[in-house]
């Protein structure tokens, strides 16, 4: 199971893929101090657009790409894979 | 679909309100779930919440009455709540922010079925300043009543009949019953929603009445698109707040309906009501929509983290008549109505091309000759602590990756468009009420300075919160200067 964010900025990204990773950062929700341990990539993220048919990739998501700041939003997700879990 | 100029219909007018409700904010959905699981959540909650006169001097407040345009925050130094107006206004050019002692006073008078009940001493308090309210009469001042003793209140209240009403955190001053005994649909958190809803929307209708030259009696039909679905348990939302609503604002002559659309639904009655003038069906028609008291609170654990106040601390409303065109009024393009029909999918990209490119080429204009789009407008001071994001930030940029898409403008422009025909979000995230509609009488001022000619109100609904379809909805307008 991999878990596929589309998440608009940079923030929102690291919370949602550390949360279902590491465990709710934000000590908010039923994942706090939960380690899933699941894998999280967004889906502006070249391991996955690589993986989805061009065409509908531009039809689908090709002007959030334009819109969104992709580069932020790959830092957070670089951050939050390196994430340790939380301590319970 | 071709329409002659005199057959539009016209957006005479619009007016808005702020309640200022600290002390229901532990009734709101999220603050409520947290308390009755650990009540501790409630001492957190209230040590970050703010006044009235914080409320009233937070810029993004003072935006929504009128008393500062949108653009005029980017001057406005963040975090906004750090940075208080100096003298700001009850009343602004669109309407007023309301504190909380005074709004317990209008529930009560909005209430019919004696649900409402007010401490004696309370009562006597708000009763003189609520008799210099413009907007209340005599006869609303004779439904406050008396009051009843505290010894009274604490009964119904130790007997488990109704729920407490405080006022700065600690003083009860009332109280509200249950409805039914075992009806979950008309519990007393369920008719304070739904109460609440009501008297907001009925108080900027009476405002409207005043604004738009459309006395009560001249209104002949009312469109709800508020979020509280009224009803009880073999119907739990079935009911009617737009007639109740007009009821207490003495339309006497209006029928009306509610529309139920999530987010959309205020700019889907606003198109709605303009197809009804331009039918000939009705003349006057007011589209209101009250509070979501459930939204207070809703994001006020990211708040409480950051250590800032929590700013979902207001319940909005607002009114809007539209009529048929009086040569001065911004009419509403139905020519250019944006649809998201159910084969479109709901990527943001269909969603955004369905709304905004395709009515825009139907009357043959580009995205650059609409002066601002309103869209979702909400805080990002509120959203963003909690990892949401800025939203109308994130739509504006959205359009503006279409108009580069479309070579309109050059990529490297897209924040240069997103600044110049966006706006910072201001609204209070109160769901429907964030959709667009509070920049409307911006827009319809500007307009008639001759400082605007066109705006586009676009709204997004998340159906599949329902869990009946994975679907979403949007609808949209082109405002547009009268030039007859």
């Known amino acids: ?88 | 679909m071709h329409f002659q100029t005199q057959q539009l219909p016209v957006i005479r007018a619009t007016r808005y309100l702020l309640v200022h409700a600290p002390d229901l904010v532990r009734y709101g959905s999220k603050p409520s779930r947290e308390i009755e699981r650990n009540a501790a959540q409630l001492d957190l909650i209230n040590s970050h919440l703010r006044s009235y006169e914080e409320a009233l001097a937070y810029a993004p407040n003072q935006v929504y009455v009128g008393g500062l345009y949108p653009d005029d925050l980017k001057s406005v130094a963040v975090p906004w709540f750090g940075h208080a107006l100096e003298n700001p206004a009850r009343h602004g050019e669109f309407g007023e922010i309301m504190p909380e002692d005074e709004f317990y006073g209008v529930l009560r008078i909005g209430d019919s079925f004696d649900m409402v009940w007010l401490e004696e001493n309370f009562t006597a308090e708000i009763r003189t300043r609520l008799a210099a309210h413009p907007l209340l009469t005599a006869e609303d001042l004779k439904k406050l009543g008396d009051g009843k003793s505290l010894g009274q209140l604490n009964e119904q209240i130790k007997k488990g009949a109704a729920i407490p009403l405080y006022l700065n955190k600690h003083r009860l001053v009332g109280c509200f019953l249950h409805g039914h005994d075992e009806d979950p649909a008309l519990s007393a958190t369920r008719l304070l929603e739904n109460l609440a809803c009501k008297v907001i929307a009925a108080l900027s209708l009476r405002n409207l009445n005043v604004a738009s030259g459309i006395p009560a009696q001249a209104v002949d039909f009312i469109l709800g698109c508020g979020e509280e679905a009224i009803g009880d348990r073999y119907n739990p939302g079935g009911g009617n707040l737009a007639k109740a609503a007009g009821e207490m604002a003495g339309c006497v002559a209006a029928s009306g309906v509610d529309i139920k659309d999530f987010c959309c639904a205020p700019v889907q009655a606003l198109t709605m009501a303009g197809g009804l003038v331009a039918s000939g069906l009705h003349s006057n028609i007011a589209v209101v929509a009250g509070c979501s008291l459930a939204k207070l609170g809703m994001k006020y654990e990211g708040h409480v983290r950051k250590d800032m106040p929590i700013l979902e601390d207001v319940l909005a409303g607002f009114a809007s008549m539209v009529g048929v065109n009086d040569g001065q009024s911004p009419v509403i393009r139905l020519d250019a109505i944006g649809r998201h029909n159910i084969g479109a999918g709901s990527s943001q990209q269909s969603i955004m091309e369905k709304l905004v490119t395709e009515p825009l080429t139907k009357i043959g204009w580009k995205l650059c000759d609409v002066d601002k789009y309103a869209t979702e407008l909400h805080n990002p001071e509120v959203t963003e602590p909690s990892g949401s994001g800025n939203v109308p930030k994130t739509n504006y940029r959205m359009i503006a990756a279409m108009a580069a898409i479309r070579g309109e403008i050059s990529r490297p422009d897209l924040d240069v468009f997103a600044d110049t025909h966006g706006m910072p979000g201001f609204s209070p995230t109160q769901g429907h009420i964030a959709s667009a509609i509070p920049f409307l009488a911006h827009a319809q001022k500007k307009m008639a300075s001759g400082e605007m000619s066109s705006a586009m109100f676009l709204a997004k609904g998340s159906l599949f919160l329902g869990r009946v379809t994975q679907m979403s909805d949007g609808v949209s307008f082109v405002l547009e200067k009268n030039r007859a």
């Open chain 1, 1 to 88: 199971m991999v878990v596929i964010l589309g998440t608009p900025n940079a923030d929102s990204s690291e919370i949602y893929a550390v949360t279902c990773s590491s465990g709710d950062p934000t000590w908010a929700g039923p994942l706090a101090g939960v380690a899933l341990g699941l894998p999280v990539y967004h889906i502006l993220e070249s391991e996955v657009k690589q993986q989805i048919d061009p065409v509908l990739y531009e039809q689908q998501i090709g002007l959030s790409e334009m819109a969104l700041d992709a580069a932020s939003i790959i830092g957070a997700m670089l951050r939050a894979r390196a994430t340790p879990p939380a301590a319970k």
